[in-house]
């Protein structure tokens, strides 16, 4: 951190990189001597293009994204794939999904308007499930490799032996890792977590799995039209593209614990998510439901004992400079999201305060 800003534990739209956001608020008027500022440009100029063609460049380097997976830049978010997937692969047929928590659990009721959905396996969001019941006639496999509210990561990929596509749903966790290429057969995410700002989502998508849309799908939303258009059938969202092409270029750059780009970033998240987990399980007066196995390195849902205590908790950490710590809704407790740009400092400034909480509260 370059200032005093607050630490922001959002769940998304998300912290993104300081050093990201001063670059974008010194290029506002005027990007690279054109006159322009980015939210100005026409998609299809010389100057835009180059911005797209280096952010893709700079993708598929830092995920080591194979020459037949195509990279998609669209729209709709990981709410708008769940409808795109199916109308893209499931030619009306069969999907299976594994549901760990939330998201996973929507995308298989969207599926369903499309596709005949099988639940292979399920759980309350707690762990992942064992004893897929898969079928070998399904056009995919559907997983959410982290439930953004829940707080249940796959840390290994499935490894699917029937030859069924498998598609994840990496939205709250892409760019934080790398992906087993070898075990995906398409995979999507939105942007505002890791990546950059609302608006952009991310699909990588084999080869061979275009061309088999729907009749009803929608033109801009079919594989294949924006592949052979290189993300430009329609105006793509050019703003978010920009920002995002810079945090790949803050991620090459990152040197921590001796290793620099996508490693430093794991290994970085990897020591984030450890030193809070361990704060939680030290104590008797916070708790964290998810099985050891499959926490996520990324979002770290946590109750306290006393519910009672909630309001006063997150008055307090907001008077300490520790933003948006409250759960979603739906699962209520706390919620402290560490994505890439959130520092080692912010999870240690949260560390002392829940242990100071505790001591005057517990």
């Known amino acids: 951190m370059t200032s005093a800003r607050p630490f922001n534990f959002s769940a998304g739209p998300a912290t993104l990189p300081e050093p990201v956001l001063c670059q974008v608020a010194a290029e506002m008027l005027d990007w690279g001597g054109s006159g322009m500022s980015v939210m100005e440009m026409s998609h299809r100029g010389k100057e835009f293009g180059a911005i797209l063609e280096r952010a893709e460049a700079d993708l598929r380097e830092l995920l080591a994204v194979p020459a037949n997976f195509r990279i998609l830049f669209m729209q709709g978010g990981g709410l708008g794939e769940n ?8 030619r009306g047929g069969k999907v299976d999904v594994v549901v760990t928590g939330s998201w996973s659990r929507k995308s298989a009721a969207e599926a369903r308007r499309y596709a005949d959905v099988h639940v292979a396996a399920e759980d309350n969001g707690r762990e992942i499930p064992v004893g897929w019941t898969l079928r070998d006639d399904a056009s995919y496999v559907h997983v959410c490799t982290n439930e953004t509210i829940d707080g249940v990561e796959f840390h ?3 490894r ?3 030859g069924v ?7 709250s966790h892409l760019l934080s890792r790398p992906i087993d290429w070898q075990r995906v057969g398409l995979a999507f995410g939105g942007a505002q977590k890791n990546i950059g700002p609302a608006g952009l989502t991310l699909v990588f998508v084999r080869e061979d799995l275009l061309g088999h849309a729907m009749d009803i799908c929608p033109t801009a939303f079919n594989y294949e039209t924006v592949a052979a258009n290189h ?9 978010a593209i920009y920002v995002a092409g ?3 270029q803050w991620v090459k ?10 490693a430093a970033i794991e290994q970085r998240n990897i020591d984030k998510a450890g030193l809070l987990y361990a704060a939680l399980d030290a104590s008797a007066f916070y708790e964290n439901r998810v099985a050891a196995n499959c926490r996520s390195r990324m979002n770290v849902p946590f109750f306290l004992k006393d519910d009672r205590l909630n309001e006063t908790f997150l008055a307090e950490a907001k008077d300490r400079g520790l933003l948006q710590l409250k759960g979603h809704k739906s699962v209520g407790g706390m919620r402290a999201s560490i994505y890439n740009a959130m520092p080692l400092e912010g999870v240690q400034a949260l560390v002392s305060f829940l242990q100071d909480f505790e001591a005057r509260h517990g």
Do not use: W
Not at 231 to 239: A, D, E, I, V
């Open 83 to 90: 409808a795109i997937v199916p109308l893209n692969l499931s």
């Open 253 to 262: 750059q990152l040197d921590y614990a001796g290793k620099r780009g996508l």
């Open 246 to 248: 810079l945090v790949f």
């Open 160 to 162: 699917l032996t029937n």
């Open 165 to 171: 596509p498998l598609v994840i749903d990496c939205s």
């Open 231 to 239: 993300s430009m059938y329609n105006t793509p969202p050019t703003f």
């Open 156 to 158: 290994d990929l499935p």
